[in-house]
């Protein structure tokens, strides 16, 4: 069973750091582009996050450009996201996923291009 777990999310004030984790188990990702998306209260998911299945690329949604980094670690199964100077509109629920087809040339930011999903954690910035 194919399975995504995120965790590392939780309460934190405005300019502070949080880094979240995305364990994947049950299949080997490491061909596969792995993203990060957030869906907040009332509004659609968006793409924050992505970095291709060698790690030699990343792309960044522009709200979070120059604060956020995603990583990966090939051996651990596992992707990263560290958010620095966290912003109250940085509050959602952050979702990691997998895209579904391997080895692709870029990353892409359509919801629909990712099969596998984590449960989702979520992430509350105050002001």
């Known amino acids: 069973q194919v399975r995504l777990v995120e965790s590392g999310g939780g309460l934190v004030q405005a300019g502070g750091s949080l880094r979240l984790s995305c364990a994947a188990s049950?299949?080997?990702?490491?061909?596969?582009?792995m993203g990060w998306f957030r869906q907040a209260p009332g509004k659609e998911r968006e793409f924050v996050a992505g970095i291709s299945w060698s790690g030699l690329s990343t792309y960044y949604a522009e709200s979070v450009k120059g604060r956020f980094t995603i990583s990966r670690d090939i051996a651990k199964n596992t992707v990263y996201l560290q958010m620095n100077s966290l912003k109250p509109e940085d509050t959602a629920v952050y979702y990691c996923a997998a895209d579904r087809t391997p080895v692709r040339s870029y990353i892409t930011t359509f919801h629909d291009d990712y099969d596998y999903w984590g449960q989702g954690t979520q992430v509350t910035v105050s002001s």
């Open positions: 049950g299949r080997t990702f490491s061909s596969y582009t």
